[in-house]
């Protein structure tokens, strides 16, 4: 396949081709914008640094236990359990993702268009923004499998057509994260440079990476060099935590061996200034589930009365 000649970050190639520093900002907001925000300059400088924040009880308990309720109706659902947007771990029937539940979900929707996050993205992405992706992740005790190491930016620019590197990624836990229930891994440092990646991706690829991802893994000594030099953190903490982290950062996780289950609600913004075009990988789009093209509405922050309906 041709490189585009639109195309700021070439990957799914015949050839290896050497990683390289990005080519957009990582706070794409400046001078006013950059400061009038939630996060405060140190926050800013971390986020840039690392290419993630953690913040522990981001949500309160009661608000955590009904969406841990809402995940139970959901697992006895047998239409959400039949949707293409439903994922099952690799030769199991267990769930490991519900895609779009933004859309199934009017607590999930309402929490997207919470002002405190709202104003983070805003200060982040340097304007208004819409949901590319949302989803609940499982991993259940004992049989959660893993996340192999990747740049969601990597998949989202290849197989959905987002341009470049404005989008950011929220990711909730619903569940104590503990160094046994594989948490979520990341690479500090490693959103400031593009890995590209060897492979040409098949039509309807995604049917098959959702379980597990095998196309845009970066390579064993690209992975060496950047760990060896930026390390891993993982971070951990109550349920109700906030990571937010670059859609370019390397990230993944273990599998889970503990009895204690994990869960996240995770949701992706999109700069309304990024929004996709088509798929670089040269095939058709994903489903909208996956990648939003219909619904690119700048999201509206709730008001003051509609906030106590999230809960």
């Known amino acids: 396949m041709e490189t585009r000649s639109d195309d700021f970050y070439p990957t799914r ?18 001078g006013r914008d950059r400061t009038d925000g939630p996060l405060s300059e140190t926050e800013m400088a971390q986020y840039e640094r690392d290419g993630f924040l953690v913040f522990n009880r981001f949500l309160d308990e009661a608000t955590v236990r009904r969406f841990r309720d809402d995940l139970r109706l959901y697992e006895d659902d047998e239409s959400i359990l039949q949707s293409e947007g439903t994922i099952t771990e690799p030769g199991k029937q267990e769930i490991r993702s519900i895609f779009g539940i933004h859309e199934l979900s009017d607590r999930f929707h309402r929490l997207t268009r919470d002002p405190r996050i709202l104003d983070m993205v805003h ?3 340097g304007s208004e923004a819409y949901i590319h992706q949302s989803r609940i992740n499982y991993k259940p005790g004992f049989h959660g499998k893993g996340f192999d190491w990747h740049s969601d930016f990597e998949t989202w620019h290849a197989e959905d057509g987002m341009p ?21 891994m990341l690479v500090p440092g490693s959103h400031r440079t593009f890995i590209p990646c060897v492979g040409r991706t098949p039509e309807d690829n995604y049917q098959s990476s959702l379980k597990k991802q095998e196309l845009g893994v970066p390579g064993h000594r690209d992975l060496d060099d950047l760990i060896d030099q930026n390390g891993i953190k993982a971070p951990t903490g109550p349920a109700g935590s906030l990571i937010i ?10 599998a889970n061996m503990s009895p204690w289950p994990r869960s996240n609600l995770f949701f992706v913004y999109n700069s309304v200034e990024n929004t996709l075009e088509s798929p670089y990988c040269g095939n058709k789009a994903r489903p909208d589930f996956l990648g939003s093209r219909s619904n690119v509405q700048v999201l509206k922050p709730l008001r003051d009365r509609e906030l106590t309906d999230v809960g």
């Open 123 to 125: 200060q982040l992405l």
């Open 13 to 30: 190639l015949e050839r290896p081709m050497a990683r390289f520093d990005r080519r957009d900002p990582i706070v794409h907001s400046q």
């Open 164 to 184: 470049r590197m404005r989008a950011v990624s929220f990711s909730i836990a619903l569940t104590d994260n503990t160094p046994f229930n594989g948490p979520l």
């Open 245 to 254: 982290f670059e859609c370019n950062t390397l990230h993944g996780s273990n």
